[in-house]
């Protein structure tokens, strides 16, 4: 793959004089500093202004280091000055903290926005929250959000990020809160406030060189001789080794089945973790989240590289005067420095000019051509997205942001790293981890062990998948209305599974397999998608990449059914459907390739896309794989190899040191239905995949009114 950053830095330099990192971090112009010894509330006029300027319709920046209570001083006084005020967190677990702290109403998980709302001046809610007020009228509201940094790099949660910017245009002034002033485009605000501490938490900072991922006795050890201590990682079967090797009171906290945990509940309802000495957790835990415990003495984290995300994990830890930071990664050889900010406003422009082409060529003028069924062949990202509640192109600047610093830390070299964390820490040293005594056969056969209980466990759940059906609400004693209506049909009743579930120990069951996230599918799968529960089960206990893969195959067959059989109802404006169109002329059944080819095909494909990192080889193959039926073996390099048909004409290179053969791989057909089940290991009679595909085309279909397939057809003709 051509590495475009390369091309594009604005100055090499050799990493072990990496001070340029420090241009990467934004400049912008204060209106007003206040200087505190700790807490904002010792100073709130700050706060009282940025509320009075959102009242009159501002849009405020309100800059504080983590730990200064921002959340607290502007609730409390939102709460004391009666204003009518969206307060927006990004997790569910700040949302439920606050509700239990400061006392007032919020939104997350099942909890509707619109409920939060009722009879009360004040609410909190995480981000995808804001999609159910898209209808509601808030004019007489300001809107805050927290941690507004990332909102510009989270581009798993693009959506919510996008329902967030509606919201915001929909309030009648605004505040965006953050303890990390990068990423941000400053021009858009009217007032910035930033609060600097005196008393500052005093921080060591080791960056550990070398680090095995599969050995972890120098963390087993960091963490006996601790006072108390915390681990972030994102690896829940190590954070288990961990809590079952080390000699501390541990606990681990992660997203499945979190309401149930006594050390998650603890820290959002308490605000400590009063009973253990250590906490091992993934980022469920992260912004937002206070945590008082002075006696931590070290914090360890594994296998993050986002510089904004250490700051925030080691500030959860509250009252520390003194702490030990642990950092554990793999480091590249040697990289580039360069302006990242540059680098945005570069690809911006290039995506700027390619959303005006779209538009420009777009139909979307045409009446009829504004509605359409939004169907996507191919899943895919892009700096340039159509926006359907604006019927043009635009250009997505979270997803260039969210690539670019992406990339960016994850090319670091060690020293380049250090650099970066020097802007937030005034102590980083560089170590090399200690050669002791590995544990990597323990830690293996542990994660066997835990694979084959988990395994062996739900096994014994899918005997009751009947009663499982809407596991979270039947357990909190709450009922959807296709619930209600799954229920009716199977001649089931709340009581009744309430009552299994004690019989057969359900409830130990799914913890112990931590299932609470797999029944959360499964349920979705048969209460939104009608699937027949054997193959709503077999779905949600595939894994993960696999899974995609099989409902990519599906949405590509849908999309190929319903071009074939409804071409005027569907929305050809979509970028997706530009570059499966693409594909499937210029790169189609009878085509042979080689990974040369995937390299040109993915090049001129970043020419309908804008640039974009993703867009590897492998990722191309991937995209092939989910829409055709494709065979490949070695051939020998000679004259039959000009009887293929390969793109854009180009012959394959052979290698000589491969005994002159080349792989070379044929498009034969599209993927079929049949296909599919042999991926689900589905019996050739059974029927179900046929009508789950039936049911989602047909609920695409109802998706239009009659006036609007009228219009359609109209256009059509």
Known sequence: MKNNINKLFLEECNAERAEHEKENYSEFNRHEIYEIKKYIDEKPLGIRTAIANADNGGKTLFIAPTGAGKSYSFINTLKKLKTKALFILPNASNVEQAMHEYNIAGAYDKIPAKQA????????????????????????????????????????????????????????????????????EFEIYDYIIEYTQKQKTEYDVKLYNDFDNKNFTEIINIINKSNNSAMLMNDISTLEFIRDSVNKNAG?????????NELYSRIVKNSDMKGYETLLN???I???????????????IVNIKDVGAIKQYVARFRNLKKANIHIFNKYKEECNVYKIEWLVDKNIEKATILKDAYNKVSKHTLMFETVGINATPIRIDSNVYYC??????????????????????????IQSFKVLLEEYFDNVNITDAKEIETNEKELKEYKKVVKEIKEATRNILKEHKEILVGYRQIKSNSKSFSLMQYHNDMKLSLKGCLEAYRAHDIHNLVKKSKSNSMLELYSNYVLDNKFDLDLAWKLANTENRKRGTIFNKINTLIYRELKEEYPEFLNDELIQVTVFNYIDKLFGIGTSYTKLHLQELSDDLRTILGENWNLTTEKIGCILNEIFKIESKNHRCGTHLENMF????????????????????????YVTIDDIKKDLELDEKDKSLEHAIKHTKDRMLNSLDEEEKLLLLKGFM
């Open 117 to 184: 709302l009722e009879n009360n001046n004040l609410a909190v809610m995480t981000w995808d929250k804001t999609e159910q007020l898209i209808d509601v009228d808030l004019r007489e509201y300001i809107i805050v959000v927290d941690e507004i940094h990332q909102t510009y790099t989270d581009s798993y949660r693009g959506k919510a990020i996008k329902n967030l910017n509606n919201i915001m245009s929909k309030c009648k002034g605004r505040i965006d809160i953050t303890a990390t002033p990068t990423k941000l």
């Open 252 to 260: 681990v906290v992660y997203a499945d089945g979190k309401e149930e």
């Open 282 to 284: 993934t980022t469920t």
């Open 286 to 300: 992260l912004a937002g989240v206070n945590i008082n415990n002075k006696d931590i003495t070290d914090i360890i």
């Open 388 to 413: 359907m509640k604006d019927n043009c192109y635009k250009v997505d600047k979270l997803y260039i942001k969210s690539q670019i610093y992406s990339n960016y830390y994850n090319t670091r070299t």
């Open 646 to 669: 390969f793109y854009k004409n180009i012959n394959p290179k052979c290698v000589p040191c491969e005994k002159n053969r080349v792989r070379i791989y044929k498009i034969e057909r």
